[in-house]
């Protein structure tokens, strides 16, 4: 069976971890997150796979090739073009990218799934096909209920009894919404879906396609299920996604690593004095990463794999990612740290290079830069640091 994962998007909400890794490549806990759609789709039977891709387009293709150690078979649509000898990704719009593909080869002949390239999920993709059949539908939405107040983050579907889409309401405000079924991204298409979307011009499935199907009273359909749906299109969602992990919410992702101490999950070679270090779990640390005494580690927290945290130094409910080196005597409480980049829970960034606080966050490949002490005072008063705060990052 066919599938097409959409992956072209540049995750501008996912800022900065997207300047240098594409959305459907963040990784929960050591793994891509469109690794576990693709072991979705093959546990279901969809081992042929068609990707769109753009932003950082070699990034996603050298990772899954072409899908064998995977178990199924994966082929790529670039959406962009060469200048200089560099891809430049030009996206066509989730609609666009279907239609690019089918236009160079029909490739899709059947009953075919689409599914976001941002998002966890453990939806049972049998029961919804078989449901899209039995209804004769051309187009079906995937749907999954929230409570009232949390409307107003998502798409809202509007169907009459039978299930058949009337209409969408994008955000709407809690007193106007006339639905709590919500659109996750999931879609099951008959292949006729393709003549509603012209070829050559950038066309989106939700803004476009979806009001255009009910525009002309397609048999196009939603279908409410119960399952896990985790999105991360956002960083305050990637936040509650590993917390959700660690804190074991998210029963279809496994902590990775061996579980030193009840709570505690560490990769291979972690060097760690345990017995003059405090590490209070959920706690992950990766491999190769050196924690020197007298650090603490509150959860729940991940650590990726080659960190260095200096002596003194504090991470408290906080994501640390791969080759950061937190300074002696820092304290991280609610931070996502991201090469040069320190970002609280709600997305506010500082770039601790152009503000020259190196000594805070630096990469732990190379030796840590040196501060005078009024250096290293005059940085603390510009972050708003005093002896035993944490760090307070500005808008």
């Known amino acids: 069976m066919k599938a097409m994962i959409l ?36 546990q279901h039977g969809f081992d042929q796979i068609m990707v769109n891709v753009s932003h950082l387009a070699y990034e996603i293709e050298s990772y899954f090739r072409d899908g064998q150690k995977f178990g199924v078979e994966i082929a790529y649509s670039f959406e962009g073009k060469i200048v200089d000898g560099n891809l430049i990704g030009e996206a066509v719009g989730s609609a666009g990218g279907m239609k690019r593909i089918q236009d160079f080869s029909p490739f899709f002949d059947d009953t075919f799934v689409v599914l976001c390239g941002d998002a966890l999920i453990d939806l049972d993709l049998t029961e919804a096909v078989k449901w899209h059949r039995s209804k004769g539908s051309i187009a079906t939405i995937i749907t999954k209920t929230v409570p009232l107040e949390e409307v107003s983050s998502y798409g809202v579907v509007v169907t009459d009894d039978e299930g058949r ?18 659109n996750t991204g999931i879609y099951i298409f008959e292949p006729e879906i393709l003549n509603y979307i012209p070829s050559g011009v950038e066309y989106d499935i939700g803004s476009q396609l979806f009001p255009k199907l009910v525009e002309v009273g397609a048999p196009f359909f939603a279908k409410p299920m119960e399952f896990e749906w985790v999105d991360i299109g956002k960083v305050p969602d990637y936040w509650r996604a590993i917390r959700g992990v660690l804190l074991g919410e998210i029963k279809n992702v496994q902590i990775p690593g061996r579980e030193v101490f009840p709570g505690i999950y560490t990769g291979l070679n972690v060097a760690v004095n345990w017995d003059k270090v405090d590490i209070t779990g959920p706690v992950y640390i990766g491999g190769m990463t050196k924690i020197e005494d007298g650090a603490k580690i509150v959860g729940p927290a991940m650590i990726a794999p080659n960190c260095w945290i200096c002596s003194g130094a504090t991470v408290e409910n906080s994501i640390i990612f791969e080759w950061s080196r937190l300074g002696a005597g820092v304290r991280l409480v609610d931070k ?19 503000a020259a606080l190196d ?37």
């Not at 072209?8 to 806990?29: C, D, E, Q």
């Not at 209409?167 to 007193?175: C, G, N, R, S, T």
């Not at 008063?381 to 005093?386: F, G, Q």
């Open 7 to 42: 992956a072209a998007g540049k995750g501008t909400r996912v800022r900065p971890i997207t300047y240098t890794t594409p959305k459907p490549m963040i990784s929960i806990l050591q793994k891509p997150v469109m690794e576990f759609l693709v072991e979705l789709l093959r």
């Open 165 to 182: 889409v009337k209409a969408f309401q994008e955000k709407p405000a809690v007193e106007e919404a006339l639905s709590t079924n919500i």
């Open 359 to 395: 000594w805070l966050i630096t990469d732990a490949r190379q030796a840590p830069p040196s501060q005078t002490p009024l250096e290293h005072q005059a940085i603390a008063e510009l972050l708003e640091i005093n002896a035993g705060d944490e760090l307070k990052v500005k808008n």
């Open 336 to 354: 996502l740290v991201f090469g040069r980049y320190c970002i609280d829970k709600t997305g506010a960034t500082i770039d601790v290079q152009e």
